[in-house]
């Protein structure tokens, strides 16, 4: 059974930083692309941030550009997301994904809040 957990959320101020983990068992890490989603209140979910299987190549948002870091261990069966210089608007939850072929799996999603 595949499971991704995602762990890291939490409540922070304008211009503080965060890193998101999400924990992948049950699948074999290192041929799956992997990819950060995120969904705001009354908004549509959005992609985020992906990287290739082995950490060659990452793709952004252009809101997060500059600002987010997606990486990963394979080593660990771990994918992260650094995110620094946080803003109101990023305030959503963040989803996990793997991605291969036909095979598509989702985490449970953890809650950002970025706030004074």
């Known amino acids: 059974q595949v499971q991704l957990v995602e762990s890291g959320g939490g409540s922070v101020q304008p211009g503080g930083s965060l890193r998101l983990s999400c924990a992948a068992s049950?699948?074999?890490?290192?041929?799956?692309?992997m990819s950060w989603y995120r969904r705001a209140p009354g908004k549509e979910r959005e992609l985020v941030a992906h990287?290739?299987?082995?950490?060659?190549?990452?793709n952004y948002a252009d809101s997060v550009k500059g600002r987010f870091t997606i990486s990963r261990d394979n080593a660990k069966n771990t994918v992260y997301l650094q995110m620094n210089s946080l803003k109101p608007e990023d305030t959503a939850v963040y989803f996990c994904?793997?991605?291969?072929?036909?095979?598509?799996?989702w985490g449970q999603g953890t809650q950002v809040t970025v706030s004074s």
């Open positions: 994904n793997s991605r291969r072929a036909n095979y598509d799996y």
């Open positions: 049950g699948l074999t890490f290192s041929t799956y692309a």
């Open positions: 990287i290739s299987t082995y950490g060659s190549t990452t």
